[in-house]
Nanobody
């Protein structure tokens, strides 16, 4: 079993920055890709950014050039640096990890005021 704990969410003004962190614990040896998803009220959960165990990254078009995903050397913590935040980035952000099955964190709220 793997547990994922996110942190770093909060309230920020448009144009500001936040850095989210997600730390995995438990049976982390078999972890492969990790990713950030988000879900805004009334909308489906969507992929924001992902990173493979080799460091290959991919981003949603809506965040390209503004968000950066990274991972620590131990590959148990994934970060999401979010710059130039917009009100439409407001959502609950969830960490996701693949390790034999899908694991999800509990989510962290990001609110961007205009």
């Amino acid at each position: 079993q793997v547990q994922l704990v996110e942190s770093g969410g909060g309230l920020v003004q448009a144009g500001g920055s936040l850095r989210l962190s997600c730390t995995a614990s438990g049976s982390t040896l078999g972890l492969d890709a990790m990713a950030w998803y988000r879900q805004a009220p009334g909308k489906q959960r969507e992929l924001v950014a992902g990173i493979s165990s080799y460091g290959t990254t991919n981003y949603a078009n809506s965040v390209k050039g503004r968000f950066t995903i990274s991972r620590d050397n131990a590959k148990t913590t994934v970060y999401l640096q979010m710059n130039s935040l917009k009100p439409e980035d407001t959502a609950v952000y969830y960490c996701n990890a693949v390790g034999g099955r899908l694991y999800w964190g509990q989510g962290t709220q990001v609110t961007v005021s205009s």
